[in-house]
């Protein structure tokens, strides 16, 4: 005899377990960790709530439920008693503050003890991480349908939870046929993937669902404009990776606030695009560990120049290049020409800047919230600013900033050029991509009224 136990883990998402009646409560509290891929230990502490809150013991007594009424489960780490002299005398003090709370991810355990501190940050990043690799790693399918539909710049990514997304960036690799070309092993591209996705931050908006946004745009756009029938492999493989890279480890502050406020970031890049160095320097810090280096069988001449490229493409997402990269490229359009390498290089930088800053390509159901996303984030910036006594951003005050207006401008000046410029080089793009975002605008503009 077997129950249907529906559960909402915190981190995670909703998911649903089956136990049996000859489970043991023991047996029942290993299985919940083993749902969160998280290692039972007695240092760990389950806490499961009823839908109105009301906490339930950890036992296989429990009730059946509904997916909509999940249990609630929350994992924390009991916290070591600290024990603090008296001056007075020699009784002893606990300091009993409230629990840590666990940063639950499948794929990640992290040590304060094993914290490892060099000079460089995207190291630190990288080799702060503990990630269980897994093997033997079934590939994912998808029907037609959303096959098709992950070709379109009107793909809903907010349908899909992270792990989701990761399935999907899979399945982008395997048909766009780089895994053969390259002799990617499955494995090390889903451990890549997972590991990217713990080097991004919770941001508001810079996290690992805008990297994945800016990665199906990318997607969406060279199979629109049958790129996908023009690029090289390596051309493709460049593309896609500095897509998944290029935001790693955003800390939510911009290049400006990095130089004013002096950070390591801007001291050890030389004010020269350090947040896009980092990025950079992340990337290829992944790559450095042997079970999520996807380029491992490519020959040292073709690893130079797919790193050269990733770099490159990295790199012009720094906004401060916005225009001159732009105008260098529209000085090409009249007479684009796919067989010289100048231009080829410069329309991969014109897609990897693009796709960053492609959201209003999509329906505004879906491109809206990532408006008022960006707005917090500035708005954070400007709050952190303030409280440093650093140089104020003024297009990121929360009380002067108005949303319409601000994203009017951006669409008409930033947005318009860039994709109208390559209208002129690739075919399909009016349609789908520059009328939807006339759309965008008129929908901002008439929010001013």
């Given at each position: 005899?077997?129950?249907?136990?529906?559960?909402?883990?915190?981190?995670?998402?909703?998911?649903?377990?089956?136990?049996?009646?000859?489970?043991?409560?023991?047996?029942?509290r290993t299985f919940l960790c083993n749902v969160a891929d998280y290692m039972?230990?007695?240092?760990?502490?389950?806490?499961?709530?009823?839908?109105?809150?009301?906490?339930?013991?950890?036992?296989?007594?429990?009730?059946?439920?509904?997916?909509?009424?999940?249990?609630?489960?929350?994992?924390?780490?009991?916290?070591?008693?600290?024990?603090?002299?008296?001056?007075?005398?020699?009784?002893?003090?606990?300091?009993?503050?409230?629990?840590?709370?666990?940063?639950?991810?499948?794929?990640?355990i992290q040590s304060s003890s094993k914290l490892v501190k060099t000079p460089?940050?995207?190291?630190?990043?990288?080799?702060?991480?503990?990630?269980?690799?897994?093997?033997?790693?079934?590939?994912?399918?998808?029907?037609?349908?959303?096959?098709?539909?992950?070709?379109?710049?009107?793909?809903?990514?907010?349908?899909?939870?992270?792990?989701?997304?990761?399935?999907?960036?899979?399945?982008?690799?395997?048909?766009?046929?780089?895994?053969?070309?390259?002799?990617?092993?499955?494995?090390?591209?889903?451990?890549?993937?997972?590991?990217?996705?713990?080097?991004?931050?919770?941001?508001?908006?810079?996290?690992?669902?805008?990297?994945?946004?800016?990665?199906?745009?990318?997607?969406?756009?060279?199979?629109?404009?049958?790129?996908?029938?023009?690029?090289?492999?390596?051309?493709?493989?460049?593309?896609?990776?500095?897509?998944?890279?290029?935001?790693?480890?955003?800390?939510?502050?911009?290049?400006?606030?990095?130089?004013?406020?002096?950070?390591?970031?801007?001291?050890?890049?030389?004010?020269?695009?350090?947040?896009?160095?980092?990025?950079?320097?992340?990337?290829?810090?992944?790559?450095?560990?042997?079970?999520?280096?996807?380029?491992?069988?490519?020959?040292?001449?073709?690893?130079?120049?797919?790193?050269?490229?990733?770099?490159?493409?990295?790199?012009?997402?720094?906004?401060?290049?916005?225009?001159?990269?732009?105008?260098?490229?529209?000085?090409?359009?009249?007479?684009?020409?796919?067989?010289?390498?100048?231009?080829?290089?410069?329309?991969?930088?014109?897609?990897?800047k693009s796709a960053d800053i492609s959201n209003e390509v999509r329906p505004?159901?879906?491109?809206?919230?990532?408006?008022?996303?960006?707005?917090?984030?500035?708005?954070?910036?400007?709050?952190?600013?303030?409280?440093?006594?650093?140089?104020?951003?003024?297009?990121?005050?929360?009380?002067?900033?108005?949303?319409?207006?601000?994203?009017?401008?951006?669409?008409?000046?930033?947005?318009?050029?860039?994709?109208?410029?390559?209208?002129?080089?690739?075919?399909?793009?009016?349609?789908?991509?520059?009328?939807?975002?006339?759309?965008?605008?008129?929908?901002?503009?008439?929010?001013?009224?």
């Open positions: 005899m077997t129950k249907k136990i529906y559960l909402n883990i915190e981190g995670i998402g909703n998911e649903v377990i089956e136990i049996f009646s000859k489970t043991t409560t023991s047996e029942f039972d230990d007695t240092n760990l502490i389950l806490k499961l709530y009823k839908h109105d809150g009301t906490l339930i013991p950890i036992s296989t007594e429990i009730e059946p439920n509904t997916a909509e009424e999940p249990y609630k489960l929350v994992f924390r780490k009991t916290k070591q008693p600290q024990f603090e002299s008296c001056s007075s005398n020699s009784n002893l003090i606990i300091n009993n503050e409230d629990e840590d709370r666990l940063n639950i991810n499948p794929r990640i460089c940050p995207a190291k630190n990043k990288v080799e702060n991480i503990e990630m269980i690799y897994r093997h033997n790693i079934e590939r994912p399918t998808f029907d037609k349908e959303i096959a098709d539909h992950l070709k379109k710049p009107t793909f809903d990514i907010w349908q899909w939870k992270e792990n989701g997304m990761i399935s999907l960036l899979e399945h982008m690799f395997i048909e766009l046929k780089l895994l053969d070309h390259f002799n990617i092993n499955f494995d090390t591209l889903d451990n890549f993937l997972h590991c990217c996705k713990l080097c991004y931050n919770k941001n508001p908006f810079h996290n690992f669902i805008h990297c994945f946004c800016v990665t199906q745009m990318m997607y969406g756009i060279i199979h629109i404009t049958n790129l996908v029938n023009i690029l090289t492999p390596r051309e493709k493989l460049i593309l896609m990776l500095s897509c998944i890279g290029h935001d790693l480890d955003h800390p939510g502050c911009n290049n400006a606030y990095q130089i004013n406020a002096k950070t390591d970031l801007a001291l050890l890049y030389n004010d020269q695009s350090p947040l896009e160095n980092h990025h950079c320097a992340v990337f290829f810090y992944i790559l450095k560990r042997p079970e999520t280096n996807v380029l491992e069988s490519l020959s040292k001449e073709e690893y130079a120049e797919v790193r050269k490229g990733i770099i490159q493409c990295i790199l012009a997402t720094d906004m401060a290049k916005h225009s001159t990269l732009v105008g260098q490229f529209k000085d090409m359009t009249e007479n684009f020409d796919f067989k010289n390498e100048e231009h080829r290089t410069m329309l991969l930088l014109m897609l990897i505004t159901r879906v491109a809206e919230p990532w408006v008022d996303n960006l707005l917090e984030e500035f708005f954070m910036q400007h709050d952190k600013e303030i409280i440093e006594g650093l140089p104020e951003s003024a297009m990121m005050d929360r009380k002067k900033v108005k949303k319409s207006t601000t994203q009017s401008s951006f669409i008409a000046y930033v947005m318009i050029p860039i994709f109208e410029a390559m209208a002129k080089v690739l075919p399909n793009m009016d349609d789908n991509v520059i009328q939807p975002i006339r759309t965008s605008l008129a929908y901002y503009k008439n929010l001013e009224v």
